[in-house]
């Protein structure tokens, strides 16, 4: 397995959750890493992603100033801290990882990443 998914959970709403992606050595040193997240019926939506240089980090409008992603060099490990969680938060989350650097506008793109996780669930209760 060469990224792992997990922390996720049933939270009520205004809760915090914090997901981890465990990584091999070589995908850990993937230019870009990043968190998805897919609800039932729905397509798979970019949710945040850090970059390898300087841990860059972008995210999307619905979560900014609530999510933080941070990458643990020593563990190999990315993290999502997930705070004031709402019932739309509620979704699979997938961490994926993409080897080579990437534009902005495209580094939102599922399509461009090269490896993916198993997913993990969060329910989020209202």
């Known amino acids: 397995v060469q990224l792992q998914a997990s922390g996720g959970g049933l939270v009520q709403a205004g809760g915090s959750l914090r997901l981890s992606c465990a990584a091999s050595?070589?995908?850990?040193?993937?230019?870009?890493m990043g968190w998805f997240r897919q609800a039932p019926g729905k397509e798979r939506e970019f949710v945040g992603a850090i970059r390898r240089s300087y841990g860059t980090t972008h995210y999307a409008d619905s979560v900014k100033g609530r999510f933080t992603i941070s990458r643990d060099n020593a563990e190999n490990t990315m993290n999502l801290q997930m705070n004031s969680l709402q019932p739309e938060d509620t979704a699979v989350y997938y961490c994926a990882a993409r080897t080579a650097n990437i534009v902005l506008s495209a580094l939102r793109v599922a399509a461009q990443y090269d490896y993916w996780g198993q997913g993990t669930q969060v329910t989020v209760s209202s």
């Open positions: 050595g070589r995908i850990f040193r993937s230019h870009v």
